[in-house]
């Protein structure tokens, strides 16, 4: 888009595989910054998300401070800026940080109006709407709140309407375009996954990261440990006793409790799985959580031990940087560069194609279908290796990614180059998706399909 090519995926090929409203934020920064190079922008998107971070942490002071106490709030600004999970997974440079914003905004305003008029109703409404932009996952506020605001049906008709007012735009857009309204990225991100494995094994693998995510929220503060998901229970036991001694107060926010369970439902059951940056949803809701139940601990005569507190948070953060933690995909971002330096010409195909793409001039070929509604097609009707031999010279790739689409026996895969992940191990990050981080990215290069 900053390069006048239009909405579209490599070149030529229209897709609807992104959220809108932060794709719409990052095109002015991209169209301002990209003649100074490619990692101006980059630069520029991660002081964006580290700004929607900062605003994010005042609002979470806000709403524990209408909530609690205004020791609370601050304790919760502390936790959401200085924790590192969620300091790195910010910045992975995905559009997370700017829904968890707006979240933010939202709760403070319900809370602060204790009465709705039209006027709320429609900024209400707007608001709703940016969530949906945001995110798709949105969808599941604008029903939480349609229920928890439906004695007030003018209100509620209000948001609803300019919420719908909001989101249309985009809509239209992407059914005259692709075809569907919904974002190919979703449905071919489910489709992979069936493909490598069964549905309940998706769903048992989806309920265990929550967990994980959830532990690592805590782990980065207190216990840089191992830890295995028995450990899971009776830490959940605690804080829900915690929370139940507060119940009272949580009243005055549970108009979330429906949404964040439709958020739940949506990704253990129907889409199956969890990414990484979808743990800034778990995180910020622990946070608020975590603020407001404490309400009562936190008091001046505690001032001595919460400082003590900040101390060692403070000192097990710098354990967490010391270990040698670094963005991810830093072996697409060497392959990219060798690209760049040796097949700047050829057609580069991949499952994973984000940091390719931002780094090389090179065609970039989306395989999975994320982006590319047409490699999606290939995967829907079993023609991906008719798709790969029609359209690229070369594979970006670990071993484990081909075999798990049983791609590796179909072509004579040539190792041109490859890239070894020299990144230290964290032995508390041994839950599934982390096993995988140190595989050799290889570049293939594509000889006609084997003979039988």
């Keep these: 888009m900053a390069e006048g090519k239009g909405v579209v995926f490599n070149l030529d090929t229209p897709t609807n595989g992104f959220h809108?409203?932060?794709?719409?934020?990052?095109?002015?920064?991209?169209?301002?910054?990209?003649?100074?190079?490619?990692?101006a922008p980059i630069y520029g998107t991660l002081v964006l998300l580290s700004i929607f971070d900062f605003f994010t942490a005042i609002f979470i002071y806000l709403i524990c401070k209408k909530l609690a106490t205004p020791i609370s709030g601050i304790f919760g600004a502390f936790l959401w800026s200085l924790n590192p999970w969620i300091i790195f997974t910010s910045l992975i440079g995905v559009e997370m940080p700017l829904q968890i914003l707006l979240l933010s905004i939202l709760i403070f305003l319900i809370l602060t109006w204790k009465e709705l008029n039209y006027k709320r109703s429609a900024l209400l409404g707007v608001l709703l709407g940016l969530i949906f932009l945001a995110r798709m996952d949105g969808i599941f506020f604008v029903i939480g709140l349609l229920f928890t605001f439906r004695h007030s049906k003018k209100n509620v008709l209000i948001f609803l309407l300019t919420s719908l007012f909001t989101v249309a735009p985009w809509l239209v857009w992407s059914h005259l375009h692709i075809g569907t309204i919904f974002p190919i990225s979703g449905t071919?991100?489910?489709?992979?996954?069936?493909?490598?494995?069964?549905?309940?094994?998706?769903?048992?693998?989806?309920?265990?990261?929550t967990g994980a995510y959830f532990m690592l929220y805590f782990s980065e503060i207190f216990l840089p440990l191992p830890w295995n998901f028995l450990q899971i229970i009776p830490f959940l036991a605690i804080f829900c006793a915690l929370g139940y001694s507060q119940r009272q107060k949580l009243k005055e926010v549970k108009f979330l409790a429906l949404p964040i369970l439709l958020y739940f439902m949506y990704y253990w059951f129907f889409q199956i799985g969890l990414r990484r940056w979808y743990s800034l949803f778990i995180s910020f809701f622990i946070t608020l959580f975590v603020s407001i139940i404490l309400k009562n601990k936190i008091k001046k005569r505690t001032r001595t031990i919460f400082t003590i507190f900040i101390l060692l948070f403070s000192m097990n953060a710098m354990f967490f940087y010391n270990q040698g933690n670094s963005p991810?995909?830093?072996?697409?971002?060497e392959a990219a560069k060798y690209i760049n330096q040796n097949l700047s010409n050829a057609r580069i195909g991949s499952f994973n194609t984000g940091t390719l793409q931002y780094f090389t001039e090179a065609d970039i070929f989306n395989l999975d279908g994320v982006m590319n509604p047409e490699s999606y097609n290939a995967l829907r009707t079993n023609?991906?290796?008719?798709?790969?031999?029609?359209?690229?010279?070369?594979?970006?790739?670990?071993?484990?990614?081909?075999?798990?689409?049983?791609l590796k026996t179909l072509f004579n895969l040539n190792p041109i180059a490859s890239f070894k992940n020299l990144q230290p191990q964290k032995p508390y990050l041994n839950f599934e998706f982390s096993k995988f981080s140190d595989e050799t990215l290889y570049i293939f290069?594509?000889?006609p399909l084997r003979s039988e």
Excluded at 27 to 37: A, M, Q, T
Excluded at 198 to 209: F, L, R
């Design 20 to 39: 809108p409203l932060f794709t719409i934020l990052l095109f002015p920064i991209f169209k301002i910054l990209l003649p100074f190079g490619i990692d």
């Design 188 to 209: 071919a991100t489910q489709l992979l996954r069936l493909i490598e494995n069964g549905y309940w094994w998706w769903v048992a693998g989806s309920i265990y990261v």
């Design 328 to 333: 991810l995909q830093l072996t697409r971002f």
């Design 383 to 406: 023609k991906t290796v008719e798709y790969v031999l029609s359209k690229v010279d070369y594979i970006v790739e670990t071993e484990r990614d081909l075999e798990r689409l049983n």
């Design 445 to 447: 290069e594509i000889a």
